[in-house]
Each structure stands twice: as structure tokens, then as C-alpha cells.
């Protein structure tokens, strides 16, 4: 069974930056498309941002500020976010993408998450 956990998250004023790591055991981590979703109380996930064979691309509201990288060796994901704002303030969770898409894949389960919080 395949498995994620995330971590990094933490508090950061608004300007600063955080990297945020995933590691997935299980699978065959160099094929598949990751991402990277958030979540605040009260609504639903929302898709940050993804990597896969046809490169990165992310939602509007992040595009240009945080970058999706990946280590296929060490099956890491990560999330290099920049210029911080306090509505970046979410949950984040990484997770398997259907290639191409801004949608999870069913076939991995959603980890525990990292909490972002900008703030001053």
C-alpha cells in the first residue's frame, strides 16, 4: 500500500518562504504525476499545484510563487513556496494526480498533511 507523509509546514510571516517535503513509500514513485493540494476548515481541497512527464503547472493563485520539484531516487516531493501571503494559510497534502489533470488519483490515500500558517 502506498503511503505519503508531509511535513515542513510551520508559521511564516507574510514575504517569507517555506519548503515543504512529501515522502511516498510504496509504488513506483518515478511514474507518477504528484501534486500538491490545501485545505482551510470549511471547504474543500484545492489543487496547488503538480509535476509530471509533461513538466509543472499549478492553480492561478500560486503560480509564479511556489514551484513543485521532485527526487525520484529518494521519492521525495516537494514545495518550495515564495512571497508568502496569510490566504496561502491551509493545510497541504500531497498526493498522486491523474496525469494532466488537477484531479487525485483514488488510488492513493490522503496522508495527515503539514499546516501552513502566514501570519505576522
Known amino acids: 500500500q502506498v503511503q505519503v507523509a508531509e511535513s515542513g509546514g510551520g508559521l511564516v510571516q507574510p514575504g517569507g518562504s517555506l519548503r515543504l517535503s512529501c515522502v511516498v513509500s510504496?509504488?513506483?514513485?518515478?511514474?507518477?504525476?504528484m501534486g500538491w493540494f490545501r485545505q482551510t476548515p470549511g471547504k474543500e481541497r484545492e489543487f496547488v499545484g503538480a509535476i509530471g512527464q509533461i513538466g509543472s503547472y499549478y492553480a492561478d493563485s500560486v503560480r509564479s510563487r511556489f514551484t513543485v520539484s521532485r527526487d525520484n531516487a529518494k521519492k521525495m516531493l516537494y514545495l518550495e513556496m515564495n512571497n508568502l501571503k496569510p490566504e496561502d494559510t491551509a493545510k497541504y497534502y500531497c498526493?498522486?494526480?491523474?496525469?494532466?489533470?488537477?484531479?487525485?488519483?483514488?488510488?492513493?490515500?490522503w496522508g495527515q498533511g503539514t499546516q501552513v500558517t502566514v501570519s505576522s
Open positions: 510504496g509504488g513506483t514513485f518515478s511514474t507518477y504525476t
Open positions: 498526493i498522486r494526480v491523474m496525469a494532466g489533470t488537477k484531479k487525485p488519483s483514488e488510488s492513493f490515500s
